[in-house]
């Protein structure tokens, strides 16, 4: 089973700040274009295809020291977009998404590091079908049907 993976610099928007509003119309800032062509270009230098079927994709991201709080699931849309527009492919094949903070490497430029590859066992990514729902949960359901 072959992985792919990249390095990129990290987004320079979060998830908040992905698009804007012009004329009626919501488009991608200027900064997530510029790096979403990025992603695109490393993607395709040498050109691999991914494989078929359901993939898995680990996001592992190294802030700056700088004192401001990061929040690493800001990182999940703009980066699972981009490498699916470099494939060809619709982001509903990222199945399994992992998010990482890197907080144990020496200092160094910020960065995102990037693996995807094909989700070997659908039974791995089920672990949730284990799990029996608390008595808060059906609280909540049990309301939600009476609304």
């Not at 680990?58 to 990061?70: C, H, K, L, S, V």
């Not at 690493?72 to 094949?93: G, P, R």
Request: charged content about 20%.
């Amino acid at each position: 089973m072959t992985a792919h993976a990249w390095c990129f610099p990290l987004p320079p928007v979060s998830v908040n700040h992905l698009y804007a509003t012009v004329d009626g119309h919501r488009v991608m800032v200027r900064p997530a274009r510029n790096w979403q062509q990025l992603v695109i270009t490393a993607c395709r230098q040498p050109y691999t295809p991914l494989p078929g079927g359901p993939l898995a994709i680990e996001i592992a991201a190294r802030f700056p020291d700088d004192g401001r709080r990061r929040d690493v699931s800001n990182l999940e849309k703009l980066t699972c977009d981009s490498i699916a527009k470099a494939h060809e492919i619709d982001d509903s094949a990222f199945w399994d998404v992992h998010l990482y903070r890197i907080i144990a490497m020496p200092l160094g430029t910020p960065r995102l590091y990037v693996r995807v590859r094909k989700l070997s066992a659908v039974r791995d990514s089920l672990w949730w079908l284990q799990v029996q729902p608390g008595p808060v949960a059906d609280q909540f359901l049990q309301e939600a049907k009476r609304a």
